[in-house]
């Protein structure tokens, strides 16, 4: 399934409106979406850190817990108003300019 940003939340939006009967308030998708940013922190620190699994760990899939995060935040982008796809596009053209030479420049990416 190919989706683009703009579809995911708007699929998102159904989902919640339908299936999650409504959204929960901002300050509470804000905690859950730093629920699972951990969640996803924990398995990233164990395997490219120094931490080794639980057993508890094991079982935990990267890509899903990915999605979790993005499920989260599209929910609050909803909430807020904000087209994720078009602040993407404005956050490349901040960067475009921005950053244009800065990595290019940077002696310790070389």
Do not use: P
């Not at 094991?58 to 499920?71: P, R």
Request: aromatic letters at 6%.
């Amino acid at each position: 399934m190919d989706v683009t940003i703009r579809q995911a939340q708007q699929q998102v939006d159904g989902w919640i409106k339908t299936v999650g009967v409504r959204y929960f308030n901002e300050l509470t998708n804000l905690g859950i979406l730093m629920e699972e940013v951990g969640e996803l922190s924990r398995i990233l620190v164990r395997k490219y850190g120094e931490q080794s699994f639980k057993e508890s760990d094991k079982q935990k899939d990267m890509a899903d817990e990915m999605a979790d995060v993005l499920w989260v935040l599209m929910c609050l982008a909803n909430q807020t108003g904000v087209d994720l796809t078009d602040a993407l596009e404005k956050n490349f053209e901040k960067k475009n300019i921005r950053d244009a030479t800065r990595h290019l420049d940077n002696e310790k990416l070389k």
